[in-house]
């Protein structure tokens, strides 16, 4: 039933987060989402020989910033993965996430076991580790040691209990970077999609493929881009134990009444627009990149209901949500390449070649759209876990996955097939946010 990999002694097993197994005599670790067996975990661990001294003080302000350790180490991996891909940083989201999370069970169980544990140093341990993997160049040092020792000068925590946070840290880390490890990410497509070229002055020299059939996807002007990951609905996914039954529904068949109605609104709504469109195109500014607007959001909600909220309530949340991402972007991304279904570019210029969209369309088919899947998945879960917030979270989904259609880079029918798969996923990850 479970996926099982191997790291030097520790064996991993995926334990799905909405799995049906019933708790161990163990329940921190029958909670984790990564570590297997946070018992064993806790044999292999070394007694540190390295001498540990407290360094001097931080300010009061640089104490401050880890008043939320999770909340903070999030912001920052957030920031650390500005530059990267929407599938990418939902990715290496995910990982910190699912990190700090199971390091927090894996020392609640070692607490029981009569060990001093800083959930600070264990937390910086397992940041660190992640962050510098993931993202080397974005990383700061200084202020891994600031989170690391503050729980020492503000009198919670000593040099014992920080060597023993190091050390889980640490391990956990290991068994998640092996999980990342193994995950397909850098695979190469076991598939590669059949791209199909239009004629085009820049690329003459390449080969040209026979014409596709009507409806199915070419790569798009102006840039031509080669298909983006198209590997990555092959990836393992990390909060249920497959995704098998969340497949999106098939699209219409290009011919149908249903796409010839969808295709002739759009086009009615482009036109009026195009014109200005294409003169306003240096002035557009892109819309807000979805992951980086679902951790805001989370963060937000956070701070509002932190009085209520312990540390690990904070990294559930932290962890489902960004789970809820990265599932969401291996489903979006598995349906449009199963269905390769045409962008609206290549349909529109066919008739129109002056028409171009509001922003450069992404080199990817155009069915689902993957910004109403994360989009709808996020929202779903932040609902369940904040039900107070539902209005602000429904409006701030809906202009996400609407902006797509608006300029003029995905079908109608993209965005309602993405919600409705969107949402499907939240439900079923939802649960484990419920307080």
Not at 66 to 93: C, F, K, N, Y
Request: charged share 15%; with cysteine; proline share 9%.
């Amino acid at each position: 039933m479970f996926r099982v990999l191997r790291c030097g002694l520790i064996a991993l097993v995926l334990i799905p987060i909405l799995g049906s197994c019933g708790p161990s005599s163990q329940a921190p670790a029958a909670q984790t989402i990564i570590v297997a067996d946070a018992a064993a975990l806790l044999k292999t661990l070394a007694p540190s020989t390295v001498p540990l001294d407290p360094p001097a003080p931080a300010s009061a302000e640089a104490q401050a910033a880890w008043a939320s350790p999770v909340d903070a180490w999030m912001q920052i991996g957030t920031q650390a993965v500005s530059a990267s891909s929407q599938p990418e940083a939902a990715r290496t989201l995910a990982y910190l996430a699912v990190a700090l999370h199971d390091g927090l069970l894996v020392a609640d169980l070692a607490r029981t076991e009569g060990m001093a544990v800083s959930d600070d140093a264990l937390l910086a341990a397992l940041a660190d580790t992640i962050l510098t993997v993931q993202s080397p160049l974005a990383f700061d040092q200084t202020r891994t040691r600031t989170a690391t020792w503050v729980g020492v000068w503000e009198e919670r925590s000593d040099v014992t209990a920080v060597a023993t946070g190091i050390a889980i840290g640490q391990a956990v880390a290991a068994d998640v970077l092996v999980f990342l490890a193994d995950d397909r990410a850098l695979s190469a497509a076991s598939d590669p999609p059949v791209v199909y070229r239009p004629s085009d002055p820049a690329h003459g020299n390449d080969p040209l493929l026979p014409d596709p059939e009507p409806g199915v996807w070419q790569l798009t002007p102006p840039s031509y881009l080669p298909p983006a990951l198209p590997q990555w609905g092959a990836l393992q996914p990390l909060g249920v134990m497959h995704l098998d039954d969340l497949n999106v529904v098939a699209p219409p068949a290009w011919d149908s009444r249903r796409f010839v109605q969808a295709r002739d609104a759009f086009a009615v709504a482009q036109a009026d627009r195009a014109a200005a469109l294409t003169a306003q195109r240096h002035d557009l500014v892109e819309p807000p990149a979805p992951v980086a607007v679902w951790m805001q959001q989370t963060h937000d909600l956070i701070a509002q209901a932190q009085a209520s909220m312990t540390t690990q309530d904070i990294a559930r949340i932290y962890a489902v949500v960004t789970t809820a991402m990265h599932d969401g972007y291996i489903l979006a991304y598995r349906g449009a390449y199963d269905h390769m279904v045409e962008r609206p570019i290549t349909w529109m210029q066919q008739t129109d070649p002056t028409w171009t969209p509001a922003r450069e369309t992404p080199p990817t088919p155009s069915y689902p759209c993957e910004t109403a899947v994360v989009s709808a998945a996020a929202s779903t879960v932040l609902i369940i876990a904040f039900p107070e917030a539902t209005d602000a979270l429904v409006a701030t989904s809906t202009a996400l996955r609407e902006s797509g259609v608006r300029d003029g880079i995905q079908w109608p029918i993209d965005v309602d097939a993405g919600n409705g798969l969107g949402e499907a996923l939240g439900r079923r990850l939802g649960r484990r946010v419920q307080r």
